[in-house]
């Protein structure tokens, strides 16, 4: 995998694939239409946003480049490549539980706060994308 040098597009499996780490200043791209709904993406190698609506999604310290994202009522997938480890907050359901498994790797239990958020972090390598499943408990 690599970085996403449209900056934001329709992936090959059918999620969306964002985010360039890579770059030294930011870019951002808005009113990409993908399943009915309008994203704006802002990257570079400090941080990755991404809304949909106009509302909060994905955040990534440091920039990242994100594959194969799918969201549902039920929690979103995705697979995470960067430079560094990261931290992650995904806008989610309210005062909710949540199952996070991270690579192989084992599953954890957190709670988003009032507002939706949930952070975590991710260990990156710099070559290997590490696959992220966060589901409602």
């Given at each position: ?18 985010g360039?780490?890579?770059l ?9 239409e993908f399943?009915g709904d309008l ?16 509302l909060?999604?994905y955040?990534s310290?440091?920039g ?5 994202f799918?969201s549902d ?6 697979s ?22 991270i690579?192989?790797g084992?599953?954890?239990?957190m709670?988003?706060?009032l ?11 710099g ?11």
């Amino acid at each position: 995998m690599a970085v996403v040098s449209e900056l934001i597009k329709k992936g090959t499996d059918g999620g969306l694939e964002f985010g360039d780490y890579s770059l030294d200043t930011k870019s951002k791209l808005s009113d990409f239409e993908f399943g009915g709904d309008l994203y704006k993406i802002k990257t570079f190698k400090e941080i990755t946003k991404l809304e949909r609506n106009e509302l909060f999604v994905y955040e990534s310290e440091p920039g990242t480049a994100v594959h194969g994202f799918k969201s549902d009522s039920d929690g979103v997938t995705f697979s995470v490549e960067g430079d560094s480890d990261a931290q992650i907050t995904l806008e989610l359901e309210p005062e909710s539980s949540y199952e996070i498994t991270i690579g192989d790797g084992e599953t954890s239990s957190m709670k988003t706060n009032l507002g939706g958020k949930l952070t975590f972090s991710v260990e990156l390598s710099g070559s290997d994308s590490v696959s992220v499943s966060v589901r409602k408990a």
